[in-house]
């Protein structure tokens, strides 16, 4: 095969989702998942026969001849060209097995008519992982309907393992075990949430092993392997950690930790550790508040195009638009928010240097000369027939948003990131906002900030926020409510000695040195205030090291803002 074709092959292997799974892997499921010698076997999404071949030699070392391994062991997949590679593979390994070319939300259920395939004892494989945004049209209407026929209505933000995931299980024996290999955000993602809650009700045991490190080559996504059996539902999970594929052998499942998952939401604390896990919700339960208790989170105005609707200082003068006709705001991005406070100084030095500290909001119809002349080179650029604006009359009016107590740094490497908004400016939807709520409200802005740099809050985002390639955490308004932050009285407590120490404490953080403005605010607002062990502050310090590591051991290179 010339070099041009490997390529090609691989980076349409990539388009697909196909990332084909070590033998190690693969042999560790299917001895798992396959324990007699007359089982039969079913590969979903077959690709190159990894697993076949896997479940035709375990079936060989369980006794079984190889003359009847096509009644046995059957896979499917959408690619000749990959079944091709799984017919010459099986063959050179002396094996059989019963390949289909179809696409498997095709392949009707037993239950179904047509079905071309029998119960089997074991569902094993690697489903593709294919993101929404390319996992889309007739294809995704058929993956959601095979999933729906299961009772898991999914939402369009799926990738393209869940739904196979569900329609899988279909085929499987009400004794019969599944053993896939995974994305890890079937623990961290909303939008598997019905999957979660699925597999709670369909199997009567689950195992969940989580891999310390990446195991794909080419992939930015760690995986855990799932290997669940029998029907009727469970309440707990049996949870193993694996540094990668060479220590699977070491795990003997359904023998190890039991968990049990949150009835609702993400499982990203399933990463942690058991004590770890026990430790942070401990914690959520004394001494800790969701962020909504104080207030309303939402987002910032959404012009349509902020380069053209915010304003350089310098732009706004050479057009000569009158101040009454833009609003300040704190400028698109967050990177000039370095410290707890966003003040009239700081919003002052950025105009200065020559950011966007202005937003087109003219009150009245009466327009200058200037902004009808930036209005009409707008028009020129055809900003006006963006969606934002094509809504909206006049489409140069933004609807501006009230101004928030705090800003809310919902995408970061680090952490996000409470800051009081002192400056009292507008803002653009690159951050959320909080409005504060209640007669502490002055309090609220001075201590919440940096009260909010300790471990607790910090693993709290790890865990209820969303990881993404490239190790960016993202909160969106409704995880960004449920972020622990400390409560009212735990506050005033911590208050009474940091208080003091608010502007040595702002200058470090604005230096870049937030570990040490983290170290302080965990002495006295964990360990003092709240009465926390220092091994257990240090568990919980580490656990959210542990986290935002895994996060970002995702970025070949990881640099934090």
Not at 291 to 309: E, H, K, P, W
Not at 347 to 368: A, I, K, Q, Y
Request: proline share 6%; hydrophobic share 40%.
């Amino acid at each position: 095969m010339s070099t041009e074709r490997i390529l090609d092959d691989a980076v349409e292997r990539k388009r697909r989702g196909a990332f084909f799974t070590p033998p190690s892997i693969a042999e560790f499921l299917v001895n798992w998942a396959v324990t007699d010698s007359d089982a039969t076997v079913l590969d979903p999404s077959c690709g190159e026969a990894v697993f076949l071949v896997a479940a035709g030699e375990q079936l060989q070392f369980l006794g079984k001849s190889t003359a009847d391994l096509d009644s046995q062991v059957y896979g499917v997949d959408i690619h000749q060209s990959s079944l091709e590679d799984a017919d010459r593979l099986l063959t050179s390994a002396g094996l059989d097995a019963r390949l289909i070319h179809s696409d498997f939300f095709e392949v009707a259920a037993p239950d179904q008519l047509g079905c071309e395939l029998p119960l089997v004892d074991a569902v094993v494989g690697n489903p593709p992982f294919v993101r929404y945004h390319h996992h889309a049209g007739q294809v995704r209407k058929v993956a959601a309907e095979a999933a729906f026929r299961r009772g898991v209505r999914l939402s369009g933000l799926a990738s393209s393992w869940a739904p196979l995931l569900v329609h899988a299980s279909a085929f499987l024996k009400p004794e019969g075990r599944l053993a896939m290999v995974l994305p890890a955000e079937l623990l961290t993602v909303h939008y598997a949430e019905p999957i979660r809650q699925w597999l709670r009700r369909r199997f009567e045991a689950v195992n969940l092993v989580i891999f310390e490190k990446l195991q794909f080559e080419g992939a930015l996504e760690n995986v855990v392997l799932l290997l669940a059996r029998g029907s009727g539902g469970c309440d707990a999970f049996s949870l193993f950690f694996a540094d990668d594929a060479d220590s699977l052998s070491e795990i003997a499942p359904f023998e190890g930790w039991a968990v049990t998952p949150a009835v609702d939401g993400k499982w990203t604390d399933l990463l942690l550790p058991a004590a770890q896990r026990q430790l942070f919700r401990s914690a959520l339960q004394s001494g800790f508040d969701e962020l909504q208790s104080y207030g309303t989170i939402g987002l910032g105005t959404v012009t349509g195009a902020n380069q053209f609707f915010t304003l350089t200082e310098e732009t706004r003068a050479s057009y000569e638009i009158d101040e009454g006709e833009v609003v300040k705001i704190s400028p698109p991005g967050t990177r000039h928010l370095s410290g707890t406070s966003f003040s009239a100084a700081d919003w002052n030095r950025l105009r200065d240097t020559g950011e966007r500290v202005w937003m087109v909001h003219p009150e009245s119809d009466t327009l200058s000369v200037g902004l009808r002349r930036y209005l009409a080179e707008g028009e020129e650029r055809a900003i006006h027939k963006a969606y934002k604006c094509q809504v909206r009359d006049p489409w140069w009016r933004p609807p501006l948003v009230p101004t928030p107590d705090l800003f809310f740094t919902y995408m970061s490497h680090r952490f996000p990131r409470l800051v009081n908004n002192s400056a009292k400016v507008a803002f653009v939807n690159s951050m959320h906002g909080v409005w504060l709520t209640g007669p502490d409200r002055r309090f609220l802005r001075r201590a919440l900030p940096l009260l909010a740099v300790n471990s607790v809050t910090l693993l709290g985002a790890e865990v209820f926020g969303r990881s993404y390639g490239g190790g960016v955490l993202k909160m969106e308004p409704r995880e960004a409510a449920t972020l622990p932050v400390p409560s009212r009285e735990a506050m005033q407590l911590a208050w009474k000695e940091l208080g003091p120490e608010q502007r040595t404490l702002e200058r470090e953080l604005r230096q870049g040195r937030w570990t040490t403005v983290l170290a302080r605010v965990d002495q006295v607002l964990l360990r003092e205030a709240l009465g926390m062990q220092p091994d257990d502050v240090e568990a919980l310090h580490e656990a959210a090291q542990s986290l935002r590591a895994r996060r970002l051991n995702r970025k070949p290179s990881a640099s934090v803002d």
